[in-house]
């Protein structure tokens, strides 16, 4: 079956330095993966979508120089959280889609980042 | 603004009960999906709903895309619905998602 593995599952990180998360695609060729954050209390935010082959789209109040991506083949995507603070904690959700015309998004099971 | 809306904010029931879910986007959508959030965090897709109504087990979500609205019902309520429950609205292509604010739910004994 499809999954998409996504790790650290949980990570502290002090005020100021910077942290990785994976997102591994199984089953499926993930043709875009798209990132989420979920803070405290809130729903999930769509921070950005990347696509093989094209350019990565953010979503407003979220920039590549903050929330870089990487998305080099059909299997795995990072993304860094650069100078985190606090209001960057939360829980950061990777979902994958197979082609054009896939209807199902596989989720990653979460990172959950917390600043100290 | 919060362009996906979802009523109540939090649902308290006792096992056996019924619910409705509501959902309510502020923009013309092309399909849907509703999600339950595990207390863990990780998301597990419960319907994808374009229009219409569909049911699975307990669960049913009935979506009217020209009225911009969707709802999930719950029958008969068991413990183990409890969690939080998300509906979300395509964006780019279906390749990512808009999530709605959330209903907790809570069924107890």
């Known amino acids: 079956g499809a999954l998409v593995y996504q790790y650290p599952r949980r990570t502290i990180c002090k005020s100021g330095t910077s942290m990785r998360m994976e997102c591994q695609a199984v089953?499926?060729?993930?043709?875009?993966v798209a990132w989420y954050r979920q803070s405290p209390q809130k729903t999930f935010e769509l921070i950005a979508l990347?696509?093989?082959?094209?350019?990565?789209?953010?979503e407003q109040n979220f920039t590549q120089e903050k929330f870089p991506i990487s998305h080099p083949n059909l299997s795995f995507s990072s993304m860094t959280v650069l100078n985190a603070y606090l209001e960057d904690r939360g829980l950061y959700l990777c979902?994958?889609?197979?082609?054009?015309?896939?209807?199902?998004?596989?989720f990653g099971s979460g990172t959950r980042l917390t600043v100290l | 603004g919060q362009q996906v809306q979802q009523s109540p904010t939090s649902l308290v029931l006792q096992e056996g009960e019924n619910a409705e879910l509501q959902c309510n986007f502020s923009?013309?959508?092309?399909?849907m999906q509703w999600f339950y959030q595990r207390p863990g965090g990780s998301l597990i897709s419960v319907f994808y709903?374009?229009?219409g109504t569909k049911q699975s087990g307990r669960l049913t979500s009935t979506t009217v895309i020209k009225e911009r609205r969707s709802s999930l019902h719950i029958s008969s309520s068991q413990i183990t619905d409890s969690g939080t429950y998300l509906c979300?609205?395509?964006?780019?292509?279906?390749?990512?998602?808009?999530f709605g604010t959330g209903t907790t739910v809570s069924v107890s004994p």
């Open positions: 709903n374009p229009s």
């Open positions: 089953g499926f060729q993930a043709t875009s």
């Open positions: 990347s696509t093989v082959n094209s350019a990565i789209k953010y």
């Open positions: 979902g994958a889609r197979a082609g054009r015309g896939a209807e199902t998004l596989y």
């Open positions: 923009t013309s959508l092309n399909s």
């Open positions: 979300a609205m395509e964006r780019w292509g279906g390749r990512a998602l808009i």
